[in-house]
Every structure is written in C-alpha cells, then in structure tokens.
C-alpha cells in the first residue's frame, strides 16, 4: 500500500505562473513532510519541509501547505522559473528527527519559456 | 503500485564486518537503481546508479571497493558495505526505474546501519 502518494505524474506550467504540485498520505502517523527536488543525473535535494504543528511554512518561491485533516500537502512555487524544472518528491516520516522516510513516486515539473 | 523492498531495514554490525542491504522490485523490472546515502538535515547523497547487468556508475568520492553494488537482475539489487566503520553509520536508501523513459520513482524504506 503506497503511503505517500502523488497522483500527477507530470505538470507543464508557464513561466512566471504559480505551479503547485500536490501530495496525498495515508498514514496518520507521520507528522512532518518534506519536498525534495531532483535533476536528471543527481540525487534529490531537500527543498522545504513542514511539522504537521502548522498548516503552511514559505521559503522564498517555495510555500508547503498542509491539510491535516485531508492527509493532503501541496507545494507551491511562485513564480515559476525554467530552472524550477525537475522531478519534485514528496517525503513523509513519523518525527522531525527520524531518518526513516516515506517517498512519493515524484511529479516531472516543466516551465515553459 | 510499484512496490520495491529493502532488507534490513536496520542493522547493527561491528567494525571491520561487512554488510549487505538488498532491494527487490517486487511487481517490476527496474532496469535502473539508485542508491542514496541520507545526511543531516534531510539531504540525500547519490552514491551510484545501477543499470542491470552492467557495472555500477559511482558518484565522486564514493569509494566503490567499499560500496560494491551489484545488479544482477532486473528484479534486485545488492548494497554491500565493505569492512565498515563507525563513520559508515547512516540511513541508506535505494530507488528503482522501470525505463530510461520513466519519470516514476519508487524508492525502498531505507537501512539504518549502525557501525559499533
């Protein structure tokens, strides 16, 4: 049974638009969620995360959003850049400090000149 | 879905042994596997990329006659860590592709190795 689930499999935005990606989990368990990003050829990089004690955590572009309630997160990047093109990861684990963590299959994000 | 398993999900071993983590694509043939080194902080470190039946491909610093990968199959790949040391201790992911053309990764629940 897949826990992290991220159901777009791809996603095509034009620049400067806002591109939100999304991510669903089923295990009521996991308290803090993360979003990495991968390039082609490199391993995924930590790109923002959130505790489940809030509902929303930006870094620059970057906003997580997150819906208890719905076991539903969503990144959102704004505006969206050509560089921001890459696979996107949702990750879930059961405590901030664990290293166990739970991965989505990824979303292909394009940006469109 | 795609399913892949990753065995041991933890050990414990002593310094000097060697330890081996498998993963298995249990409903696919990954044609490709990757596998990941997590740090602190999150971040995950590409160790190398593992195409079945060929030698492995190592990322820079990463010392392949200590991390031997082997990819015999399109179902398993094999992580062993070679005359490990405390510094080896670390969680230690794989990732496996059906295709070159796939975008879809699925990744095992990951090893914590401890190194005593």
């Known amino acids: 049974d897949q826990q992290v689930k991220q159901n777009s499999p791809s996603l095509s935005v034009q620049e400067g638009r806002i591109s939100i990606l999304n991510c669903d989990y089923t295990?009521?368990?996991?308290?803090?969620f993360l979003w990495y990003k991968k390039y082609p050829a490199e391993g995924p990089t930590f790109l923002i995360s959130i505790s489940s004690i809030k509902d929303k955590n930006e870094d620059g572009r970057f906003t997580v959003f997150l819906n208890k309630s719905a076991k539903h997160l969503s990144l959102h990047i704004v505006p969206s850049q050509p560089g921001d093109s890459a696979v996107y990861f949702c990750a879930a684990s059961a405590w901030a400090g664990s290293y166990q963590l739970t991965f989505g299959k990824g979303t292909k994000l394009s940006v469109i000149p | 879905g795609a399913v892949v398993s990753q065995h041991p999900s933890r050990v414990i071993c002593k310094s000097g042994t060697s330890v081996k983590i498998e993963c298995r694509s249990l409903d696919f043939q990954a044609t490709t596997m990757f596998w990941y080194r997590q740090f602190p902080k999150q971040s995950l470190m590409l160790m190398a990329t593992s195409n079945e039946g060929s030698k492995a491909t190592y990322e820079q610093g990463v010392e392949k006659d200590k991390f031997l990968i082997n990819h015999a199959s399109l179902t398993l790949s094999t992580l062993t860590v070679t005359s490990a040391h405390p510094e080896d201790s670390s969680f230690y992911i794989c990732?496996?592709?059906?295709?070159?053309?796939?975008?879809?990764?699925?990744f095992g629940s990951g090893t914590r190795l401890t190194v005593v």
């Open positions: 295990n009521s368990m996991f308290d803090y």
């Open positions: 990732s496996a592709r059906a295709s070159t053309g796939e975008t879809s990764y699925t």
